[in-house]
């Protein structure tokens, strides 16, 4: 990085290098044969994966001397398109990304430091891409473009292209070197919520799995779902068992149909009301299973049982939040702060990343009830801001009553 620039250009054919053969590589064969397996490599192949992808994969990402991460990630991201697996990794993300982080100074708020992240685009971006560690394994985020004390862009680097293990960022994907990104802490921030390899190892099994049998549910719908109609004829002209043919198929949905005399339309119905229950709750069952994984309990997803049940998997969810929050905090504090700084922000020693301290309204409105039934008067900016309204005329000593501090302007 060239001191002066606000743009940082990572060195690699997949991210930001053009790549290409001049006349003197004609007869270069390893080079030909590099770039052409790379640029096929880097296109997204999209066919469905089986179990064998996830194990060849997790060989490839586990292969002691060379470890690849591209297998893995592929795998990722065909997994990722399941419904409910995106729900719930979207749902415990949230309950992260969606506090409101501010500054602080030796405990109290400070307006102006926390200008620097609040309502930014890269923070969110930094915040999202940091927890969804937890799930892809490590994510290296690049500070793409920035001006002193302003960052204007952040980035992913693509993660085909890291060996976590390594610290390394490939210059391809076929690379047997790279760029060492742990010496790179001002515009490279590593986030590594749970392992390298991520949550979605284990969820990968049970998707594919509830993928077959969504295929055979929709197989059986097929065979079984709509009624077999059979036409019987007299003649054996291959003419008229054609022409019937095409009447049964031109029928569709309809109620009714024109045949020749002699001809007898017998409708066959499937008898097994309940066969649908062998891919339905086999399905459920692999959802309960990925519900737990993800946020370690089910009834916030699916439907409780009882309360009691309900508070207790509420509770199991707001412990694993914790963790999660507390995990962004030592990042946020330990890599992306002291990375802001070398950036040229000026944020002093002592201030840290926090989570902003929100009041409970239930609780806390018993709480100032009593306070003002014993005659003290709470201040307006004070009610404004703590319950969200609007308030035109503070109450008065006559009508307060009672003892206490009356003037508003005192706390």
């Known amino acids: 990085m060239e001191k002066g620039k606000s743009t940082v250009n990572i060195a690699g054919n997949q991210i930001n290098k053009k790549v290409s053969l001049s006349a003197n590589d004609a007869k270069d064969i390893n080079k030909i044969t590099n770039l052409m397996v790379d640029v096929i490599r880097r296109q997204r192949r999209l066919w ?16 002691a001397e060379i470890p690849r991460n591209y297998p893995m990630q592929e795998l990722y991201d065909d997994i990722s398109l399941d ?15 969606n506090k ?16 620097f992240i609040k309502d930014k685009e890269w923070f969110e971006t930094v915040k999202e891409e940091a927890h969804k560690s937890t799930y892809v394994g490590e994510n290296v985020i690049w500070v793409k473009e920035f001006e002193p004390g302003n960052i204007k862009q952040v980035d992913i680097i693509p993660r085909f292209l890291l060996v976590p293990e390594k610290k390394v960022i490939l210059y391809d994907i076929n690379a047997l070197t790279g760029i060492d990104y742990s010496i790179i802490d001002d515009i490279l921030w590593p986030a590594r919520f749970y392992s390298v390899v991520g949550l979605l190892e284990k969820a990968a099994v049970y998707t594919i799995l509830k993928r ?25 002209s291959e ?49 309960k299973e990925l519900s ?39 990042y946020l504090n330990n890599r ?10 000026a944020i002093p020693d002592n201030a840290k990343i926090a989570v902003e301290k929100t009041k409970d309204q239930e609780k806390q409105i018993k709480i100032d009830g009593v306070l003002m039934t014993n005659g003290y008067i709470l201040k307006q900016h004070y009610l404004e801001s703590t319950y969200g309204v609007e ?21």
């Open 48 to 63: 469905r994966k089986e179990i064998t992808d996830w194990t060849a994969a997790r060989y490839a990402k586990y292969n």
């Open 83 to 97: 419904g409910h697996l995106t729900g719930i990794t979207e749902n415990r993300t949230l309950r992260t990304t």
């Open 100 to 115: 409101n982080y501010v500054f602080e100074v030796d405990g109290t708020t400070d307006d102006n430091l926390t200008e």
């Open 212 to 236: 077959h049998s969504w295929g055979s549910w929709d197989e059986f719908e097929e065979l079984f779902g709509i009624p077999i109609r059979i036409a019987k004829i007299a003649s054996q």
């Open 239 to 287: 003419t008229v068992k054609n022409e019937v043919a095409d009447w049964l198929e031109e029928m569709g949905s309809a109620p009714y149909g024109v045949f020749p005399i002699g001809t007898e339309v017998e409708i066959k119905e499937n008898s097994k009301t309940d066969s649908f229950n062998v891919f339905f709750q086999k399905i459920q069952a692999l959802d």
């Open 292 to 330: 737990k994984l993800v946020l370690h309990q089910t009834m916030t997803t699916e439907n409780g049982a009882s309360k009691a049940q309900g508070n207790v998997h509420e509770n199991t969810l707001d412990e694993l939040i914790l963790s999660d929050e507390k995990k962004m905090l030592a």
């Open 336 to 345: 992306v702060v002291p990375g802001m700084r070398k950036l040229g922000y």
């Open 391 to 411: 308030i035109e005329a503070m109450p008065t000593p006559q009508t307060a009553g009672g003892k206490g501090n009356t003037d508003p302007k005192k706390p």
